[in-house]
């Protein structure tokens, strides 16, 4: 079986709301989430939602047979960014019949192929990416806040909120960010740096990365959305 997840998360933290809802996430608020969850059904694709308040009347109204609300509220770090990580490798230790998963954002990306398809070309993990030129100054703020060395403008700069493969290979890939967590303050919000510095490690074990075209679009651009599998904001 594959399947997609994603987090929608809604109660307040210390942290404030994801950057695409316009200041809009709140509970039971389907239109944060509505245009990625068409594309889920267009595609024909199944997906788990995890929620932390969603109340029973919005979930009946939304849960179909390929769409599953699942409730989560481990509260290991107050990130969401960084705590959707947890209720992923949790889900996925649970359950066995997975075979391959995409980890994705909700209030910014859509689904135009399934996205499954590209796990022929036999990648170990598939990521999404950002621009050098636009990433590199407030990455390299949250590398410093995480006391990571900084960034250099020759590295890829990849983005966490799209990461797919086999499930044993997520598995594998999301303890070696856990274990990176525990070294960082909680009231960072680290899931950026952690994310890239996993995915190198992984490189340098020999592990082949996927990034970029046709996964997804050219990050915050609309070129080539419809010929990409994902469009990621």
């Given at each position: 079986m594959n399947i997609i997840m994603a987090p929608f998360f809604t109660k307040k933290t210390i942290f404030s709301q994801h950057d695409s809802t316009l200041g809009q996430c709140g509970k039971d608020n389907f239109k944060v989430i509505s245009r990625f969850y068409e594309s889920v059904i267009k595609q024909n694709l199944k997906c788990i939602i995890f929620h932390n308040e969603c109340s029973d009347e919005f979930v009946k109204k939304y849960q179909t047979n390929n769409i599953k609300f699942v409730y989560s509220d481990q509260q290991h770090r107050p990130s969401y960014n960084d705590e959707r990580f947890y209720c992923y490798l949790d889900y996925l230790e649970k359950n066995t019949l997975i075979d391959n998963v995409f980890?994705?954002?909700?209030?910014?990306?859509?689904?135009?192929?399934?996205?499954?398809?590209?796990?022929?070309?036999?990648?170990?993990?598939?990521?999404?990416?950002?621009?050098?030129?636009?990433?590199?100054?407030?990455?390299?703020?949250?590398?410093?806040?995480?006391?990571?060395?900084?960034?250099?403008?020759?590295?890829?700069?990849?983005?966490?909120?799209?990461?797919?493969?086999?499930?044993?290979?997520?598995?594998?890939?999301?303890?070696?960010?856990?274990?990176?967590?525990?070294?960082?303050?909680?009231?960072?919000?680290?899931?950026?740096?952690?994310?890239?510095?996993?995915?190198?490690?992984?490189?340098?074990?020999?592990?082949?990365?996927?990034?970029?075209?046709?996964?997804?679009?050219?990050?915050?651009?609309?070129?080539?959305?419809?010929?990409?599998?994902?469009?990621?904001?």
């Open positions: 980890c994705t954002d909700i209030f910014d990306v859509e689904f135009y192929q399934d996205p499954f398809k590209i796990l022929e070309k036999k990648a170990d993990l598939y990521v999404g990416s950002e621009s050098k030129k636009k990433s590199l100054k407030w990455l390299n703020i949250k590398f410093d806040q995480c006391k990571f060395p900084r960034l250099s403008p020759k590295e890829d700069y990849y983005n966490a909120g799209i990461v797919g493969g086999s499930r044993e290979k997520i598995i594998e890939f999301l303890k070696v960010m856990i274990l990176r967590f525990v070294d960082v303050d909680k009231n960072i919000n680290s899931n950026m740096p952690v994310f890239i510095l996993s995915v190198k490690k992984m490189q340098k074990q020999g592990w082949n990365i996927f990034t970029g075209y046709p996964l997804h679009n050219e990050f915050k651009t609309n070129k080539n959305k419809e010929l990409a599998y994902i469009k990621h904001k």
